[in-house]
């Protein structure tokens, strides 16, 4: 009697425990490309408008070394654009 006893306590405690043991699945994957807030860190943004309005690019400067990004907008993808370069 004592020891089916402690076999019903022994077979709770490992049926309430044993999913608290068990392994977590796979870490997250590892982003392709750093965050936008740490790729820009030193630069200043272009306001390239005079009331200030959001350009069709965004521009993005940094004045040690003249590098510049360009933020596309979410949407450039379905969307045609033409330029017209001159000299």
Same mark, same amino acid.
């Given at each position: 009697m004592k020891y089916l006893s402690s076999l019903a306590i022994l077979?709770? %405690?490992?049926?309430?425990?044993?999913?608290? %043991?068990? !392994?977590?699945?796979?870490?997250? *994957?590892?982003?392709?490309?750093? *965050?936008?807030? !740490?790729v820009l860190d030193g630069y200043q943004k272009v306001v390239s408008t005079a009331d200030g309005a959001r350009s069709m690019y965004t521009l993005y400067v940094r004045s040690k070394d003249g590098n510049v990004y360009a933020e596309l907008p979410p949407n450039y993808a379905t969307k045609r654009y033409f330029f017209a370069l001159t000299v």
């Open positions: 077979l709770i %405690v490992t049926l309430l425990t044993g999913p608290s %043991v068990a !392994q977590d699945g796979p870490p997250p *994957p590892k982003p392709e490309y750093p *965050p936008h807030t !740490q």
